[in-house]
Nanobody
Framework: QVQLVESGGGLVQPGGSLRLSCAAS????????MGWYRQAPGKERTLVAR???????NYADSVKGRFTISRDNTKNTVYLQMNSLKPEDTAVYYC????????WGQGTQVTVSS
């Protein structure tokens, strides 16, 4: 059983930045991949960014050039640096681990508003 705990969400003005963290209970180096997804009210959960065990990252087109996913295997933590935030980035952000099964965190709210 893998437990994921997200942190770092909050309220930020358009153009601002936030960094989300996802701490895992196990060794993330053993996971096939980890990623961040988001879900806005009334919409489906969609991929934001994903990084594989060997560090290959991919991003949703809407966040390319603004968001960066990274991982610290020594801390079993994955990060999502979000810059130039827009109101349309407002959503609950979920951490995901692909470790045989899919595991999810509880989510952290990100609100971009003036």
């Amino acid at each position: 059983q893998v437990q994921l705990v997200e942190s770092g969400g909050g309220l930020v003005q358009p153009g601002g930045s936030l960094r989300l963290s996802c701490a895992a209970s196990g060794s993330i180096f053993s996971f096939s991949a980890m990623g961040w997804y988001r879900q806005a009210p009334g919409k489906e959960r969609t991929l934001v960014a994903r990084t594989t065990r060997i560090g290959i990252a991919n991003y949703a087109d809407s966040v390319k050039g603004r968001f960066t996913i990274s991982r610290d295997n020594t801390k079993n933590t994955v990060y999502l640096q979000m810059n130039s935030l827009k109101p349309e980035d407002t959503a609950v952000y979920y951490c995901n681990a692909e470790a045989g099964l899919d595991y999810w965190g509880q989510g952290t709210q990100v609100t971009v508003s003036s």
